[in-house]
């Protein structure tokens, strides 16, 4: 048996083949490029393990059980990979189940999330840039949607979708939006932003279509429920009843490869420490 591995962590889903697309990609990526690593997972949401736990009677691990179990199976060294997008709450509760876990190792190190830097932030919109960009004829916007956080600025998670649509706007990629579902920029926000005209009047339609893209791992629960979904508040759905062509792409940031050569390279920089 390997003596050290990889531990990716994400939040877990209640829709086990919802994340498939992405994170069979990404966990090919990550084997392919550490061979002498043993890759392992675990889930950081205790809600998201119950509810798979009932729904399709799968067992997953949190953070504490995957490091027990390493530890108990003699793996000396972890590189812990989260699999998140920046510091935010799930972030903050895998980094205290870490620091509860490291003495049963020679070594633990941590890995960034995926939105760690300004280099980062810039390569993962440029491939989400490069992905719609077919789309991009000056009358559709382009909205990247991401999680977000109810705890919002409280915590800081707001500031990186600020950054977000500052650098969109800096890089001329004008018709291009972000925003969240819980949190800042909401929905309302993001419209507010389209809808006015150059002389500051409202101009509903400025655009006359408009392409929706996860900016998530992966396109799941929330993708299709809140994006994509047909019930009410499902952003979808309200642009379509205000009269906007709809386009939803049901892929998440896993999916694309310069997005899983961020993670790896993150691998690469904390396996050096070990």
Sequence with gaps: MKKQAILITYTGTSCPHSKEAALTLLKREI????????????????????TLKAVS??????VE???????????????????????GTEYGKMACALRGQEWKFERVVLGEPLLSSEEDVAAVLEAAVQRTAAFDDGRTAICLVGHGSSMGMAAGADNIYIKIQ??????????????????????????????KGKEG???????????????????GRHAKRDIAGEQAGAWKRCLEEEGYETV???EGLGQIRRVREIYAE?????????
């Design 266 to 274: 993150h691998i690469r920089k904390a396996a050096v420490r070990l």
């Design 248 to 250: 939803c792409i049901m």
């Design 31 to 50: 084997a392919g490029q550490f061979p002498d690593f043993e890759l392992r997972e675990a889930f950081t949401s205790g809600r998201m393990i119950d």
């Design 166 to 195: 500052q650098k969109l706007a800096q890089a001329g990629h004008e018709n291009y939006y972000i925003g969240v579902l819980k949190g800042k920029p909401s929905y309302e926000d993001v419209q507010g932003k389209w809808k």
């Design 65 to 87: 059980q995957a490091l027990e179990r390493a530890a108990a199976d003699g793996i000396r060294r972890v590189v812990v990979q989260p699999l998140h997008l920046t510091r």
């Design 57 to 62: 009677g799968l067992e997953a691990d949190s």
């Design 201 to 219: 009047a409202r101009d509903k339609y400025q655009y006359r279509r408009v392409v929706l893209l996860p900016f998530m791992l992966a396109a």
